[in-house]
């Protein structure tokens, strides 16, 4: 089953705009952890947050803000006031108990985010 | 500060040719070590991870092994490369499982 859904394969907008990157997860742990990665054209995957499951404040840094809710089990990301050096393709991933007791990280597709001058 | 290198950064080899990429991470000790493979156009998939040194998971079976062989080096192997081991492959690193990860810049392997 997949874990980590990013339904968005690629998402076009102006410069300028807002833009919301969606990512819904499964899992049956209480304790969990989920991160957004920014993968830009180089390839090296940066990190930008890590949100535990019991901390369902929502966050914002700079132009970029993130929306966690257990109930819909989504963790969205808004970039506001896009520019063209917003695109890349973005990760979504969670972190969570395997059947060997470690946690491990799994990803989603990717979404990838084209900001048109 | 701590870092990860990789390398080669790109990489084509023959069908059947073995192959070895070196990953290794500076600043810290015992970190998590990954190796993720990404196929063109889609998502990373974890091949294997490592809590240790000599201790490491396989997350799906394949053509591919890794190894340990010391605290910050982790080394993806196999001895006879298929077409559809091609893709890019990054190392990370991370100080727990439920900590973020830090990836290195990544291998793109063209099995030709």
């Known amino acids: 089953a997949q874990k980590v859904t990013q339904a968005q394969t690629e998402i076009s907008v102006v410069e300028k705009e807002d833009v919301t990157l969606d990512c819904v997860y499964e899992?049956?742990?209480?304790?969990?952890?989920l991160f957004w990665y920014k993968q830009p054209p180089s390839g090296e995957l940066v990190f930008l947050i890590r949100?535990?499951?019991?901390?369902?404040q929502n966050e914002i840094s700079g132009r970029y803000s993130w929306n966690f809710q257990k109930s819909t089990s989504s963790f969205n990301f808004t970039i506001t006031a896009s520019q063209v050096v917003d695109s890349a393709v973005y990760f979504c991933?969670?972190?969570?108990?395997?059947?060997?007791?470690?946690?491990?990280?799994?990803f989603g597709t990717g979404t990838r985010l084209k900001v048109l001058a | 500060s701590q870092t990860i290198h990789q390398w080669p950064a790109t990489l084509v080899q023959p069908v059947g040719s073995p192959l070895s990429l070196e990953c290794t991470v500076e600043?810290?000790?015992?970190?998590?070590l990954y190796w993720y493979r990404q196929a063109a156009g889609r998502g990373l998939q974890l091949l294997f991870y490592?809590?240790?040194?000599?201790?490491i998971s396989s997350e799906v079976p394949q053509n591919l092994s890794a190894s340990r062989p010391q605290d910050r080096q982790f080394i993806l192997s196999s001895k006879k490369l298929l077409l559809s081991d091609s893709g890019f492959y990054l190392c990370?690193?991370?100080?727990?499982?439920?900590?973020?990860?830090?990836f290195g810049q990544g291998t793109r392997l063209t099995v030709v």
């Open positions: 490592s809590v240790g040194i000599g201790q």
């Open positions: 990370a690193w991370s100080v727990t499982t439920i900590t973020e990860a830090f």
């Open positions: 991933a969670l972190s969570e108990a395997s059947t060997s007791g470690t946690y491990k990280y799994i």
């Open positions: 949100r535990n499951s019991f901390d369902e």
């Open positions: 600043g810290t000790s015992n970190p998590n």
């Open positions: 899992t049956r742990d209480t304790t969990y952890y």
